[in-house]
């Protein structure tokens, strides 16, 4: 059952939970960044390498994703100076999600590849 808050799939009303949450963790570079910080703190050009994204769309999405409250940053001030990035616990509590996407991508993905 729908709240009165809660967009049903016409569009009416708010957002779902479910796409509220896609609007903030929805996007290609998003989902990458996130999904390559699972495996703990990296410097910027690692991340850049790792996801593939330019510089400027890298710096705009953990900028976001700072804001947001899933990525934090480190600097070391330390001549070179370091800029880190590592997940929050709110960035960390997407694993569980990350694992079943996984999952699902496995199963259906590759159904879907033998059927071709």
């Known amino acids: ?25 929805g996007s290609r570079w998003r989902l990458a960044v996130l999904h390559e910080l699972l495996d703990g703190e990296q ?7 790792s996801t593939g994204a330019n510089a400027r769309t890298l710096s705009r999405v953990l900028d976001d994703l700072g ?3 899933f990525v934090e940053r480190r600097i070391e ?21 990350f694992d079943e996407i996984e999952c699902w991508a496995t199963t259906w993905l590759e159904e879907e590849a ?3």
């Open 77 to 97: 001030e330390d001549a070179p100076i370091a800029t880190f990035y590592s997940l929050t616990d709110k960035g960390e509590s997407l694993a569980p999600v």
């Open 43 to 49: 410097r910027f050009n690692e991340l850049k390498r």
């Open 1 to 25: 059952m729908s709240s009165p808050q809660t967009k049903s799939r016409d569009g009416s009303a708010d957002a779902c939970p479910v796409i509220a949450s896609l609007e903030q963790i």
């Open 114 to 116: 033998l059927e071709s």
């Open 67 to 69: 804001e947001m409250g």
